[in-house]
């Protein structure tokens, strides 16, 4: 066979040679399909998968949005029935433990990956994201993000209305309960707007209130407990005032109302919310010229941010390249010189690892994670153990939800809501086999 250097025939090889290569990428790649569970966290992860696709063009990774207010666990519930699961799913501390049993155990990937034992690893883990991701001798998941409750200020209000809040100026303790709603009060009078607070139609953000008065729902043995303190049904009264007495939108938690739009949009002044918010207040900042900050959570019995955080695991689909590309993409994800860091700098994530942090570039977002390191230096032991187990995971977030939205809309006193709701935490028990 003659080639003429130059010629035609080498053209034609090489345009021959692009196109098989071209060709056997596009017959050869594995589709992989993440489930997410709210818009930022799907732009975020739309971006790392950009990122990973360049250096593995044979992986295209689907970012699917599925917002947990909107009925996350049932559409998830629904795809594992129907053999339909997702290849990837982002899940929080309240949902992880209702898929533990559908997820690859991720042992011997990590042992393998960083040349350590599972247990060294998850100590490398704050509590809450290591208490997470175990079941019995399993990795069940890779830790995301830690999370930490906190409050979220619309600056510009407060400074209107003269009102300092902590830590920042002269305010450096946290408010009493009564100072937060005095304070709350007077910020809504002076900017003339219809409510002051919003939090969002979360069991995650009732049980951060309920842990500041020293109460549980379950004890670390995980009897229902919620009736053997007195000052119960004075806590969930005063919860429902919130609401009743005008502080919050009732339709937050009554008719869907997006708590974080009613924020952001200037009908609140504080949102009730945590770390997580930090790249849509950035970024609503950059957009509208508003500034917001990160503060502290009242005080009341105990002080603390609830802690939380997001994980992403692997679905058992039975499809051996398609899982191997999951994990593959797990393993990127959780390595500090791999996608990690990215993922904590461009989402403004805190580090679910103890000894790790990353400078964030942005001086704002540097000092909105030292607030939440504060927030999060001193929860309990119990706000793990108790909020972050099977029978949690099924109360919490949909009987406990109704029973106090009941209470909001005037159907249900503070004895109906936690009678109602040890009915619904008995039930749950006997169909786990507890």
């Known amino acids: 066979m003659k080639i003429y250097y130059g010629g035609k025939k080498v053209k034609n090889l090489i345009s021959l040679f692009i196109m098989v290569v071209l060709l056997s990428i596009v017959f050869f790649s594995v589709d992989l399909t993440m489930y997410v569970g709210d818009a930022t966290m799907g732009r975020n992860f ?33 795809s594992i029935m129907s053999g339909e699961a997702p290849d990837l799913v982002q899940i929080t501390t309240g949902y992880i433990f209702q898929v533990s ?6 042992v011997p990937y990590v042992e393998e990956a960083y040349n350590i034992s599972a247990e060294e690893y998850k100590e490398q883990l704050y509590s809450m994201p290591k208490y997470c991701i175990e079941k019995g001798d399993s990795i069940i998941a890779v830790p995301l993000e830690y999370t930490v409750q906190g409050l979220w200020i619309n600056k510009e209000m407060f400074e209107k209305a003269g009102v300092c809040y902590p830590p920042s100026g002269e305010r450096e303790e946290p408010w009493t309960w009564e100072e937060f709603k005095n304070a ?15 939090m969002d139609y979360s069991a995650d953000r009732f049980l951060g209130y309920l842990g500041m008065w020293d109460i549980k729902i379950l004890d670390e043995n995980l009897n229902f407990v919620w009736g053997t303190y007195e000052n119960a049904e004075e806590a969930i009264q005063e919860f429902i005032n919130l609401f009743n007495e005008g502080y919050m939108p009732k339709a937050e938690w009554l008719s869907g109302q997006a708590a974080d739009q009613d924020f952001f949009s200037g009908r609140t002044a504080a949102y009730w919310s945590g770390s997580w918010i930090c790249t849509d207040a950035i970024r609503v900042s950059k957009d509208t010229g508003k500034e917001y900050d990160a503060a502290y959570l009242p005080k009341m019995n105990n002080w603390f941010g609830m802690p939380g955080g997001s994980f992403l695991g692997a679905f058992k689909t039975g499809k051996t390249e398609k899982e191997q590309a999951a994990i593959d993409f797990l393993m990127w994800m959780t390595d500090k010189e791999g996608g990690y860091s990215e993922f904590l700098k461009y989402g403004y994530y805190l580090s679910a690892y103890k000894d790790y942090s990353v400078d964030y570039e942005n001086k704002q977002m540097n000092e909105w994670a030292d607030t939440f390191s504060k927030l999060g230096e001193n929860y309990p032991e119990w706000a793990v153990i108790t909020r972050a187990n099977e029978i949690g995971s099924r109360l919490y977030y949909e009987p406990l939800r109704k029973q106090l939205s009941l209470g909001i809309a005037g159907q249900a006193t503070p004895k109906q809501i936690i009678e109602n709701t040890k009915d619904e935490y008995e039930r749950i028990r006997k169909d786990l086999g507890f």
């Open 46 to 78: 739309s971006y790392l998968a950009k990122i990973y696709q360049k250096d593995h063009p044979d992986v295209n990774i689907d970012v699917v949005v599925l917002p947990y207010y909107g009925g996350f666990m049932q559409k998830v519930s629904l």
């Open 184 to 198: 709350l009060t007077e910020v809504k009078k002076v900017n003339k707007i219809p409510y002051a607070l919003s």
């Open 101 to 106: 049993d559908y997820l690859i155990n991720l």
